[in-house]
C-alpha cells in the first residue's frame, strides 16, 4: 500500500535529481561549519601566549615597520618575549629600548647578538677576525646580550675554523647561546670546538628528518630545536606521527620562531604564528605550552627585560 503523500516510482527518482543539488549544498554547508568548529575549538586549546625565539629586525624591516608598528603586530598575535636580532644589531637595540622605555606596550625582549654588519658577512663572517671584535664590541654595551646569532654556516670546515673556535670558547665563558642556522657537518663541528656549548638550531636542521634529530638530542644535553619552517611538521593540517613521537620523546626540546628575515615575513606574520596555534592544540596540553612559551623562558631565565 502506498503511503499517502509519497509520490511513486518515476516521480520519486524525479523529486530526488532536482532536490539533489539543494541537499549537497546544504551537506557542503554542514560541513563547512563543522570543519569552522573544529577549528575554533582546536585554537580556544592553543597555548594563549607565544615566545618568538627566532626573529630579525632587520635594517630593512625598520624602514618599513617603524616599532610602534611592529609592538602591535606582537600583541595582536598573543607574543608576549622574543628573541631580537638585526643586521646590523641597531634594530635589536632598538626592541630592547622600546621595552625597557614602555613594557606594558611590549614584549619580553631577549637581546642575541648578531655577527652581521651587511649581507656580505653571511658568507665570511666565520673566516673573518673583525666579527669577534664586533662581538665584543656589542657585549660592552652592557644591554644583556643573552646569544650570538643567528648566523649561518655550513660544512665542517668553515665550522671549524680557528675563528668560530674564539666564538665558540666565548659563548661558553660568557654562558651564552649560539643561534646556529646549519648543517649536521656544522653542528658537530661547533660542538667539536666545545662539547659544553649551546645551541639552539634554526629550523632544526631545516630537512632533518625527525628520527635522525632525535639522535642529535640524545647526543647533546644542550641542543635545542627552533622550528620555524619545518612545515613537515603537519600535513593537511594534522601533526605528522614522526613529529607527534619527537615532542612526546624531547618535549623540553623544541621551541617556535617567526625568521622575520624578510619585510614579507613581517607581513605573514599573523598567518605564521596562526599555524603554530593550529598544531600545538592538537599536542597535550602541557607539551604545547613547552614548545610555545616556557620552554624558551626557562632557557632565558634570569635575562633582564619582564
Known amino acids: 500500500m502506498p503511503i499517502r503523500g509519497c509520490p511513486k516510482g518515476g516521480a520519486v527518482r524525479n523529486l530526488a535529481v532536482r532536490q539533489a543539488p539543494v541537499m549537497l549544498q546544504s551537506l557542503r554547508v554542514f560541513l563547512a561549519a563543522l570543519a569552522l568548529a573544529n577549528g575554533l575549538a582546536s585554537l580556544a586549546q592553543a597555548p594563549p601566549e607565544l615566545f618568538d625565539v627566532h626573529l630579525h629586525y632587520n635594517d630593512e624591516a625598520t624602514r618599513a615597520f617603524p616599532v610602534a608598528d611592529v609592538l602591535r603586530i606582537f600583541r595582536a598575535n598573543g607574543v608576549t618575549a622574543i628573541v631580537a636580532t638585526s643586521r646590523p644589531n641597531d634594530g635589536t637595540r632598538m626592541l630592547v629600548a622600546a621595552a625597557r622605555e614602555n613594557p606594558a606596550a611590549a614584549p619580553r625582549v631577549v637581546p642575541f647578538i648578531r655577527p652581521y654588519r ?6 665570511t663572517w666565520f673566516s673573518d677576525a673583525e666579527i669577534y671584535t664586533l662581538i665584543e664590541t656589542e657585549l660592552a654595551r652592557g644591554i644583556g646580550y643573552r646569544g650570538i646569532g643567528e648566523f ?3 660544512g665542517a670546515a668553515d665550522a671549524g675554523t680557528a675563528e668560530v673556535g674564539k666564538i665558540v670558547a666565548l659563548a661558553v665563558a660568557r654562558d651564552l647561546w649560539l643561534h646556529a642556522h646549519c648543517d649536521e657537518a656544522a653542528l658537530e663541528a ?11 638550531w634554526a629550523h632544526s636542521g631545516f630537512t632533518t628528518r625527525p628520527e635522525a634529530l632525535a639522535g642529535y638530542f640524545a647526543r647533546h644535553p644542550t641542543l635545542i630545536g627552533e622550528l620555524s619552517y619545518r612545515y613537515d611538521v603537519t600535513q593537511d593540517g594534522q ?14 626540546r623544541f621551541v617556535i620562531g617567526s625568521d622575520t628575515w624578510v619585510n614579507a615575513r613581517w607581513e605573514q606574520y599573523g598567518e605564521i604564528m596562526a599555524w603554530y596555534r593550529g598544531w600545538l592544540a592538537q599536542l597535550p596540553a602541557d607539551t604545547a605550552r613547552r614548545i610555545a612559551f616556557t ?3 626557562g632557557l632565558f631565565a634570569g635575562a633582564p627585560g619582564r
Open 239 to 252: 601533526l605528522t606521527p614522526a613529529w607527534r613521537t619527537l615532542f612526546a620523546a624531547f618535549p623540553e
Open 152 to 154: 649561518h654556516v655550513f
Open 190 to 200: 661547533l660542538y667539536a670546538h666545545n662539547p659544553n656549548v649551546k645551541v639552539i
Open 118 to 123: 651587511t649581507h656580505a658577512d653571511r658568507q
Open 295 to 297: 620552554n624558551a623562558a
